[in-house]
C-alpha cells in the first residue's frame, strides 16, 4: 500500500473490515467476445502504466522533479477508456513499486531497479465503486465508453462482501482474483509454544513438547512425479512437431489443461496439510509456532534427483498457508534457522549425519526415534532456550496422519447419491 492510502486511511479514521479479507481464485471461461473486451482492458490498463512511468521520469530528468500520488491521479483522470479506479489503483501499484525501491537503494541494494519497462499487457484492478453483485453476477465497470464485464459468482461468494477484483492472464485461460471478507474465526485463548519442522518426506511435523504430530508428504511427492513424467512427455512429442502447426497447438492446450489440473490438485493437498496443522494447534491452545526455515539445503549438490526434489519443494507456499490460517486464529507464526536440529542428539548434544529416517546417534548410540520429532523438538528448544539443550524429553506421544484429500465427484454420481 502506498504511503498517501496509508496517510488517507489513518486521517479519515478508516480501520481494518470486520472479518478476516482473503482473496478467492476462480477460472474464467469467457466467450470470445467476452476475451475480446478483457483483451482490449488489460491493454489499456498497460496504457496506464506506461504513461504514469514516462511521466514520472521525464518531469525528473527535464525540471529534477519527482511528481507526487495525488498529483498523477488529478492528472490522469477522464483520460483513459477503464474504469477511474482501476486508473487509481494502477498509480497506487506504481509508486509504491517505486517507493519500496527507494527504501532498498536506502539499504544498499542498488541492483534494484525502479519501473522502468514498458508493458503490454498490464493486470486491471476493480474496487468497490466499480463492483456490482446481482443475481448471482459479478459487473464489473469498464466506464461509460466500454461495456462491463459480467462473470458469474460461485456459490461459496454469494453473500460475501467484495473489497477488490483482479483479472489476471494465467498461462492459458484468465482468472479472477476476488478479495472478500469472510467472518472473522474466534482467537485462541492459550499460552503453550510449539515448533513445527516442514520437510520433503514428510510436509510437517509440530510438538510443543508433550505430543508430536507428523504429517506425511507422500501425496505431495506423488504428485510432482507425476507433473515431472508427463511434462517429459508433452515436450518429448512438441519437439517433435513444428511451432505454430496445429498438431503443436493442440499439444499445447493438453500440456496446459494438465498443469492447470495438477496445480489444482497440489494446491489441494497443501491446504490440507495446513489444515490439519492449525487444527491440532487451535486444540492445544498455542499462542505461537516456531517453524524452521530449510532455505539451506537447496545450496547443497546432493546428485541430479535429490536436486530437482529439492528444488519443486514448496515449503515457500505451505509456510504462507500455515501462517494466515494461524493468524486467523491469533497464533503467531515466526521462522528460526534449523541448522543441525535434525542431526543433534537430545540426549548428549553430539552432531551426526543422518541417513535414515529414525535418529542414530554416532556418540551415545541413542535411537529409535523419528528424526523429524528430533528436529521439531531442537526447534523448540532453541527458540525457547537460545541453545539445544542436553538430556531434553522428547515427546512421549507420536501420531501419524495423512492429508485427507476430497476427491472430486461427477455429476451423475451426485445425482445417484442424492436420489
Known amino acids: ?40 482492458i488489460q491493454r489499456e490498463s498497460a496504457r496506464v502504466w506506461n504513461t504514469v512511468m514516462t511521466i514520472h ?82 459487473r464489473l465497470s469498464n466506464g461509460w465508453k466500454k461495456p462491463p464485464l459480467k462473470v458469474k459468482l460461485p456459490e461459496r461468494l454469494k453473500g460475501l462482501k467484495i473489497k477488490q477484483v483482479q483479472l489476471v492472464w494465467r498461462r492459458n485461460g484468465y482468472w479472477l482474483h476476488i478479495a472478500v471478507v469472510k467472518p472473522a474465526l474466534e482467537k485462541v485463548q492459550g499460552d503453550i509454544v510449539a515448533a513445527a519442522d516442514p520437510g520433503e518426506v514428510h510436509a510437517l511435523t509440530l510438538t510443543d513438547g508433550k505430543e508430536a504430530l507428523v504429517i506425511s508428504g507422500g501425496h505431495l511427492r506423488s504428485l510432482h512425479r507425476l507433473r515431472n513424467k508427463t511434462l517429459r512427455k508433452f515436450q518429448k512429442a512438441l519437439s517433435r512437431c513444428k511451432k505454430g502447426s496445429n498438431r503443436w497447438r493442440k499439444l499445447l492446450e493438453a500440456k496446459y489443461r494438465f498443469l492447470n489440473w495438477v496445480e489444482a490438485q497440489i494446491s489441494h493437498v497443501e491446504h490440507a496439510i495446513t489444515k490439519m496443522a492449525v487444527d491440532w494447534c487451535v486444540e492445544r491452545g498455542m499462542k505461537k509456532v516456531y517453524i524452521g526455515d530449510p ?27 500455515l501462517g494466515y490460517k494461524l493468524n486467523r486464529h491469533g497464533i503467531a507464526l515466526e521462522q528460526i534457522k534449523e541448522g543441525s536440529t535434525s542431526g543433534t542428539c537430545p540426549v548428549c548434544g553430539h552432531y551426526t549425519k543422518q541417513s535414515g529416517r529414525v535418529f542414530r546417534c554416532g556418540n551415545c548410540g541413542f535411537s529409535g526415534v523419528h528424526r523429524d520429532v528430533v528436529g521439531a523438538s531442537g526447534i523448540l528448544d532453541l527458540a525457547v532456550n537460545g541453545r539445544f539443550t542436553e538430556g531434553r524429553d522428547l515427546p512421549r506421544k507420536v501420531v501419524y496422519l495423512r492429508p485427507s484429500v476430497l476427491a472430486p465427484v461427477a455429476k451423475k454420481c451426485r445425482k445417484a447419491a442424492a436420489a
Open 295 to 321: 532455505q539451506g539445503v537447496r545450496k547443497q549438490d546432493c546428485g541430479r534427483y535429490h536436486n530437482q526434489r529439492m528444488h519443486q519443494w514448496d515449503f515457500g507456499r505451505l509456510r504462507d498457508f
Open 1 to 40: 500500500m502506498s504511503w498517501l492510502k496509508n496517510s488517507t486511511l489513518a486521517k479519515k479514521g478508516i480501520t481494518k473490515p470486520e472479518g478476516d479479507v482473503l482473496v478467492e481464485k476462480i477460472p474464467l471461461r469467457l466467450k470470445p467476445e467476452e476475451e475480446v473486451l478483457a483483451r482490449e
Open 57 to 138: 521520469r521525464l518531469f525528473w530528468l527535464r525540471y529534477g522533479i519527482w511528481i507526487d500520488e495525488a498529483m498523477m491521479k488529478e492528472f490522469l483522470k477522464g483520460r483513459f477508456e477503464v474504469h477511474s479506479q482501476d486508473v487509481q489503483a494502477i498509480v497506487e501499484t506504481y509508486y509504491e513499486c517505486w517507493e519500496r525501491t527507494k527504501k532498498l537503494h536506502k539499504e544498499g541494494h542498488t541492483e534494484w531497479r525502479y519501473p522502468w519497462r514498458l508493458k503490454r499487457y498490464f493486470t486491471p484492478t476493480w474496487k468497490v465503486t466499480g463492483i456490482t453483485a446481482e443475481d448471482g453476477y459479478l
